[in-house]
């Protein structure tokens, strides 16, 4: 079972970056699919999340309108989109796959940066 992610990198404030999550060992359909991300000297914090079933999302409210979290059942892979991005977005973003049926399933990406600066 793994993680990995791609996409992450230096970007000037308003730019946008796409970050992809490519899962092995099981079907990203079946697991509720999200971003997380934490910056230096603070907790890890949810971004955005999909629901197993894909029709459900949530967004912290600090990316509300430019993120977007989005999935892919052919290619078993997740993304976020990230337009206007701000400072305050820096950070390590960490992508997770949840499942609990009778056992908890709980995967994570290996975390790739996300730096805004000008």
């Known amino acids: 079972v793994q993680l990995v992610e791609s996409g992450g990198g230096l970007v000037q404030p308003g730019g946008s970056l796409r970050l992809s999550c490519a899962a092995s060992?099981?079907?990203?359909?079946?697991?509720?699919m999200s971003w997380y991300r934490q910056a230096p000297g603070k907790e890890r914090e949810l971004v955005a999340a999909l629901s197993s079933a894909g029709s459900s999302t949530d967004y912290a409210d600090s990316v509300k309108g430019r993120f977007t979290i989005s999935r892919d059942n052919a290619k078993n892979t997740v993304s976020l989109q990230m337009n206007s991005l701000k400072p305050e977005d820096t950070a390590v973003y960490y992508c997770n796959a949840l499942r609990v049926v009778v056992i908890r399933y709980d995967y994570w990406g290996q975390g790739p940066q996300v730096t805004v600066s000008s």
């Open positions: 060992g099981f079907t990203t359909s079946r697991y509720r």
